[in-house]
């Protein structure tokens, strides 16, 4: 079954794709949560629609994102938590923690966007991925001290 997505869904897609999903998943969950619609020929043609009309948008983006990319790559985060004599971390650094430390640097980045591939639990270095676009991504080096 064929479903045009309203909003963006992990694992699945982005906004406004065209995705195959088993019939269950979409009329079961997808389109009731309001988070897709059925692909019909119609609802395929307004979609090319507003497609059409919203590249200039999408390529306005896209440059402002390679541009925040480009200067995010000399940047280094230092994140401060409370650690154990072992340097063991009370708790864990989250994603909302590293977007107030690179507000405070000046870029503005919404915290569902960033990733670790390995949970930050103690005090050393580590990587956050920034999905800035579609197709930029970002990876920022931060360092975990205890405070």
């Known amino acids: 079954m064929d479903i045009i997505l309203k909003q963006d869904v992990k694992n699945l897609g982005e906004k406004d794709e065209v995705v195959?999903?088993?019939?269950?998943?979409?009329?079961?969950?997808?389109?009731?949560q309001g988070v897709a619609i059925l692909a019909t020929v119609s609802a395929r043609k307004v979609l090319a629609e507003n497609l059409k009309q919203a590249q200039f948008k999408q390529d306005k983006i896209r440059k402002d994102a390679d541009e925040v990319?480009?200067?995010?790559?000399?940047?280094?985060?230092?994140i401060g938590a409370k650690a154990g004599e072992t340097g063991k971390i009370f708790g864990a650094?989250?994603?909302?923690?590293?977007a107030d430390a690179l507000?405070?640097?000046?870029?503005?980045?919404?915290?569902?966007?960033?990733?670790?591939?390995?949970?930050?639990?103690?005090?050393?270095e580590y990587t956050a991925n920034l999905n800035l676009h579609?197709?930029?991504k970002v990876k920022v080096p931060f360092e975990v001290v205890a405070e």
């Open 93 to 98: 650094i989250n994603t909302i923690q590293i």
């Open 134 to 136: 579609k197709e930029v």
């Open 103 to 124: 507000k405070k640097q000046g870029f503005e980045v919404d915290r569902r966007r960033i990733t670790f591939d390995q949970d930050p639990k103690f005090v050393g």
């Open 69 to 78: 990319a480009a200067k995010l790559e000399n940047v280094k985060l230092t």
């Open 20 to 32: 195959k999903v088993k019939p269950g998943y979409g009329r079961n969950f997808l389109i009731p």
